[in-house]
C-alpha cells in the first residue's frame, strides 16, 4: 500500500491558525517514510478537494473531530475505498455517527504513531493506544490507555503549521498568528464535582444498531461516566485535566515560544488553558527575559476565574503598559445573562458574576487602551432549548449595549456535539431533539413556540448576512413574532423579499 496520508482541519472562522493538535505529530510521521500532506479546508470549500484526492492516491484519511458528519459522509461516498481516522474530543461521536473506522480519544502523538505502524503493518490494532476501532456494527477498543502527558505530546517539539489552504481567501500568514501554546490539558471547572449524571451508555449504542465488545464499553464508561461534569452545553470536559506547577508550567510554555519565535518567526500567542492568570505575570516575564519579543499574548477564562484573580489581571496589565505589549483577553465564557440559563448549562455562576466581570473588561479597557483588547469571541449561547422571549431580548438588549465587548451577534447557538453532553439526556427526555443528517447528528427545538420562531427567523439572517445581523433590527423583530409572520418581518424590517417559487 502507498504511504500517502491526507490531513485536513476545517476552516470556519476565517484566517483561524491550525488547531494544534495534529500539528504536534506531523514531523514524526514523515521522518518514518510517510508522506502526509496537510490541507486546512473551508467550510464552504469542500468540493474542491474532491478532485485532489481522486488524483492523489491517498490510503489514509486523517481529520480532526470539528468535521461534521453530513461532510464526512460526503468524503465517505466520494471515496469509500479510503478509511478515515478521527481525533479529538469529539471523535468518539463522529464515530459512533458515520461509517467513520478509527477513532483516537486522548492523547494522540503516540497513538497515531503506532496506528500507522500497524496500518502499514500486521493490522494489530489492539497495539494503539486509545483506539477505538470497527468491526462491522460492533465497537472494539484496543484496551491500551495512555493518560494525558503533555511533555511527551509536545516533545519533541516540532509542529507543523504550514498547512496549504483551500477556501476563498486567506492571510498570507494566517498559519502564524495565534498559535497556541499549550499549558495544560482539559478543563479546571469540569475537574470539579459540582454536578453528575449517568449516561446509559449502552442504550445509546443499541440505538445506533452498534454493540461493544466489554474494553469498548468499560473506556466508553470511564470517559463519559465520571463521576463529575462541567458546563453541560461542553464537550471539551471530556478531556482529561493535569496541570502542572506554576514554575514548570512556565516552563514548557516558554520552551514552545521560544521555538515558535526563533524559528518559526511567530510573535502572537494563545495560551491554551482555562485559568493562565495564576502564572501569567511570571510567563510574561520570563518571556521578556528570554527576549521574546511578542506582539501579542491572547489568554481566555471563565468570568469567575477572571474576578478570582482580578489583581493578578492588573499587574500584567500595568506591565503589558510599562513594556508597549498587548494582552488580549478572549472567550470569556458568559453563555448568557439570564440566570435560568446559566442553572440549565451548569456555570455553578450568576449573573452577577457575569455582569461584574464584563464591567471589568470594560474598566480594563478604558484604563489600559491599545495594551488590551476585551473584544474577541466571548461565548454566548442565545438559542438553546428552553431559550424564551424574555432571555432572548435580555441577552441581546445586553449585547447591544456592550458592542465594544460583543462586536457581533454571532455563533449564539447551542451545539449538540454528542448524546453524551451532560445536557442532552434532559433535551431528550423532553422531546426537544431531533436527529438530522447535518452538524454532528442532532438539533433541538425550543419549547416556548415565539422562541422558536424567533430562533427560525435568526437562521435565516444568519444565511444571508453572516456575523452581520443587525442586533437592532432582530431586536425589533422579537416585539412582532407573536403577531407577524417571518416572512413579513422579513420584508418589512430586514427588506428582505421571499424569492417565488414557479
Ligand atoms: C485553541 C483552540 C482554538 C483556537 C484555534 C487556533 C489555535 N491557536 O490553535 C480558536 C480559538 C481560533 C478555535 C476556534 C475554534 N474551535 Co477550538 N479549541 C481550541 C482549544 C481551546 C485548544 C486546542 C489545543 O491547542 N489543544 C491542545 C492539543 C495538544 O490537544 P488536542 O487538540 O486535543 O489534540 C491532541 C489529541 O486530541 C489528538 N488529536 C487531535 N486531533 C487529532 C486528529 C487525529 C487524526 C488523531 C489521530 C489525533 C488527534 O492528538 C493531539 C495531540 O495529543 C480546544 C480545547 C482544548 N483545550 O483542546 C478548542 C476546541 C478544539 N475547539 C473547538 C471548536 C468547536 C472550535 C470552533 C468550531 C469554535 C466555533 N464555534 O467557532 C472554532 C473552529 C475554528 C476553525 N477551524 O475555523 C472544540 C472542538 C469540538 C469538536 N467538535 O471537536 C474544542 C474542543 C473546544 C470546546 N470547548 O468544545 N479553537
Ligand atoms: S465551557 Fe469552559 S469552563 Fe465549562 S467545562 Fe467547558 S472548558 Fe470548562
Known amino acids: 500500500m502507498n504511504k500517502n496520508i ?22 514524526d510521521l ?43 459522509r460526503h468524503l465517505q461516498g466520494q471515496f469509500p475505498h479510503i478509511p478515515i481516522i478521527v481525533g479529538g474530543v469529539n471523535a468518539i461521536s463522529l464515530l459512533f455517527h458515520t461509517d467513520i473506522q478509527y477513532a483516537v480519544f486522548g492523547p494522540g502523538r503516540a497513538a497515531i504513531k503506532t496506528f500507522i505502524e500497524e496500518y502499514y503493518g500486521s493490522n494489530n490494532f489492539y497495539n ?33 503549521l504550514d498547512w496549504q489552504y ?6 498570507a500568514n494566517a498559519n502564524h498568528i495565534d498559535v497556541s501554546i499549550v499549558a495544560g490539558t482539559g478543563c479546571p471547572y469540569a475537574h470539579s464535582t459540582l454536578s453528575s449524571n449517568h449516561f446509559a451508555i449502552n442504550d445509546a449504542l443499541h440505538e445506533l444498531g452498534y454493540d461493544a465488545s466489554d474494553d469498548a464499553l468499560q473506556r466508553l464508561e470511564e470517559i463519559f461516566n465520571r463521576k463529575r461534569h462541567g458546563c453541560s452545553f461542553c464537550i471539551f470536559q471530556y478531556q482529561e485535566f493535569t496541570s502542572y506547577s506554576i514554575e514548570k508550567t ?14 518559526r518567526n511567530v510573535t502572537s500567542f494563545q495560551i491554551q488553558t482555562e485559568n493562565p492568570l495564576p502564572f501569567l505575570y511570571n510567563f510574561i516575564n520570563s518571556l521578556l527575559k528570554n527576549n521574546i519579543e511578542f506582539k501579542k499574548l491572547s489568554i481566555r477564562t471563565r468570568p469567575d476565574l477572571l474576578l478570582l484573580h482580578k489583581d493578578k489581571l492588573m499587574n500584567c496589565l500595568d506591565l503589558a503598559r510599562d513594556r508597549d505589549l498587548h494582552i488580549s ?28 466581570a464584563l464591567k471589568l473588561l470594560k474598566d480594563i479597557k478604558k484604563e489600559y487602551g491599545k495594551h488590551v483588547s476585551v473584544d474577541v469571541g466571548h461565548g454566548i449561547i442565545l438559542f438553546h432549548p428552553w431559550t424564551t422571549l424574555k432571555s432572548l431580548t435580555e441577552n441581546l438588549q445586553l449585547i447591544s449595549n456592550n458592542t465594544d465587548i460583543f462586536p457581533k451577534l454571532f455563533l449564539g ?17 423532553e422531546g426537544l431533539v431531533q436527529k438530522t443528517e447535518y452538524g454532528y447528528g442532532f438539533k433541538f427545538t425550543i419549547k416556548d413556540k415565539a422562541a422558536n420562531k424567533a430562533y427560525e427567523l435568526y437562521e435565516i439572517l444568519l444565511s444571508h448576512f453572516g456575523a452581520d445581523i443587525s442586533i437592532q433590527a432582530y431586536l425589533k423583530s422579537l416585539e412582532l413574532v407573536g403577531n407577524y409572520s417571518i416572512d413579513r418581518i422579513l420584508r418589512e ?10
Open 6 to 27: 491526507l490531513f485536513l482541519q476545517l476552516e470556519l472562522i476565517p484566517n483561524c491558525p491550525p488547531h494544534m493538535g495534529m500539528c504536534l505529530f506531523i514531523d
Open 30 to 72: 514523515s521522518k518514518n517514510g510517510i508522506n502526509c500532506d496537510t490541507f486546512i479546508v473551508n467550510l464552504n470549500y469542500i468540493d474542491q478537494i474532491i478532485p485532489l484526492i481522486e488524483k492523489s492516491n491517498y490510503s489514509l484519511i486523517c481529520l480532526d473531530s470539528i468535521f461534521t458528519v453530513d461532510i464526512v
Open 128 to 160: 494503539v493506544p486509545n483506539l477505538f476501532f470497527k468491526r462491522g456494527k460492533k465497537i472494539l477498543y484496543s484496551g491500551k490507555t495512555l493518560n494525558w502527558n503533555l511533555e511527551s505530546e509536545l516533545f519533541p517539539y516540532l509542529p507543523f
Open 166 to 171: 483551500i477556501g476563498p481567501d486567506r492571510a
Open 250 to 263: 512556565i516552563e514548557l510554555l516558554l520552551k514552545q515560544a521560544e521555538f515558535l519565535y526563533l524559528k
Open 329 to 356: 483577553v478572549e472567550q470569556i465564557g458568559f453563555e448568557s445573562f439570564f440566570d435560568d440559563d446559566l442553572i440549565n448549562f451548569n456555570k455553578n455562576t450568576d449573573t452577577t458574576v457575569n455582569k461584574d
Open 413 to 429: 447557538t447551542l451545539l449538540i456535539y454528542s448524546e453524551f453532553l451532560p445536557i442532552f439526556p434532559k433535551i431528550k427526555s
Open 493 to 502: 424590517i430586514f427588506h428582505l423579499v421571499p424569492i417565488e417559487e414557479n
